[in-house]
Nanobody, 121 residues
Framework: QVQLVESGGGLVQAGDSLRVSCAAS????????MGWFRQAPGKEREFVAA????????YYADSVKGRFTISRDNAKNTVYLQMNSLKPEDTAVYYC??????????????WGQGTQVTVSS
């Protein structure tokens, strides 16, 4: 089992920056690919960004490319999502998720409880 706890959400204004974090525990963090997803009210959950277990490769949704950066610190068992130039449409609950790297084609198996990010116009 992998436990994931997000933090760092909050209320910001359009154009501001915010960094959310996800602390993992329970298994060897460096064996897991990590992802960030978000869900806005009335919408389905959507992929935001992912990072491989080594941190060497990252992936982004088109809607956040160039504005958001995913990173990880395997020594701290933590993954981050740096969000710059925030827009009101970025308002959502942000979730981190984990899956073992050797099964990268599978669904994410572990999820955090989410952290609310609200961007005012």
């Amino acid at each position: 089992q992998v436990q994931l706890v997000e933090s760092g959400g909050g209320l910001v204004q359009a154009g501001d920056s915010l960094r959310v974090s996800c602390a993992a525990s329970g298994r060897t963090f460096s064996n897991y690919r990590m992802g960030w997803f978000r869900q806005a009210p009335g919408k389905e959950r959507e992929f935001v960004a992912a990072i491989t277990s080594s941190g060497r490769s990252t992936y982004y949704a088109d809607s956040v490319k160039g504005r958001f950066t995913i990173s990880r610190d395997n020594a701290k068992n933590t993954v981050y999502l740096q969000m710059n130039s925030l827009k009101p449409e970025d308002t959502a609950v942000y979730y981190c998720a984990a899956k073992i790297e050797s099964r990268s084609s599978s669904e994410y198996a572990y999820w955090g409880q989410g952290t609310q990010v609200t961007v005012s116009s």
